[in-house]
């Protein structure tokens, strides 16, 4: 069975600081990576994925994430958050069958001027 | 090209009503996932359908809840005799899923139920 661990559940951050938000993952079998975004009360926006090939992704916005399969993570990073970055920050997994994605806990960043 | 529709937004029922949700997925997907996420909680894994078929649904409870997603219209998430640990936000992705191999979930804007 596959399973999805954010280890934060909360990241303040000054305006401009970098950030981390970390993320393992568990599973038998080759998986793909998701990180999706939710702001209040809005549905989830996808981020940016590894399916394979390169293990650092990057997203229009400026977060990076690279795949680490000898230490089963993906964590998602910015080294210069904006204020409008706060928001909810979910990984997921999903298996190389496609079909359901199974989602962390979620990290909740919160961007302090 | 609109995106993934979800209505109502907002619905409140009392114990023991129906409560119905829909979904109009994105054009050309076939592929519809609906999602749960309770409060201070991450999203949960329900059911996956494609048009007139259920392919997953382990994540659905086993009594009350039941989808559908019709050659016609859009997919449907009923859930019957509503009790208050119902109350949480459903979330309707599609996705055009080629033969294999992973593709982008398109998410919903959600609607958020509230049972008194």
């Known amino acids: 069975a596959q399973s999805v661990t954010q280890l934060d559940s909360q990241v303040p951050v000054f305006e401009e600081a970098p950030v981390e938000l970390r993320c393992n993952y568990s599973?038998?079998?080759?998986?793909?990576l998701f990180w999706y975004v939710q702001y209040p009360n809005q549905g989830l926006q996808l981020l940016l994925k590894?399916?394979?090939?390169?293990?650092l992704v990057e997203s229009i916005n400026g977060f990076e994430a690279e795949f680490n399969k000898s230490q089963t993570s993906f964590h998602l990073r910015k080294p210069s958050v904006h204020i409008s970055d706060t928001a909810e920050y979910f990984c997921?997994?999903?298996?190389?069958?496609?079909?359901?994605?199974?989602f962390g806990q979620g990290t909740e960043l919160s961007v302090k001027p | 090209n609109a995106g993934v529709m979800q209505n109502p937004r907002h619905l409140v029922r009392r114990r023991g009503q129906e409560a119905r949700l829909r979904c109009s997925p994105m054009k050309g997907h076939s592929h519809v996932y609906w999602y749960r996420q309770l409060p201070e909680e991450g999203l949960k894994f329900m059911v996956y359908l494609q048009k007139e078929n259920i392919i997953d649904e382990s994540g659905m409870p086993k009594e009350r809840f039941s989808a559908e997603f019709p050659k016609e219209g859009p997919s449907i998430l009923r859930i019957q005799q509503v009790v208050r640990g119902d109350s949480a936000a459903y979330f309707c992705?599609?996705?055009?899923?080629?033969?294999?191999?992973?593709?982008?979930?398109?998410f919903g804007p959600g609607t958020r139920l509230t049972v008194l």
């Open positions: 599973s038998s079998v080759s998986v793909y």
């Open positions: 992705a599609s996705s055009p899923l080629k033969t294999g191999g992973a593709d982008t979930q398109y």
């Open positions: 590894y399916l394979s090939g390169s293990t």
């Open positions: 997921a997994v999903s298996d190389n069958q496609g079909g359901k994605l199974i």
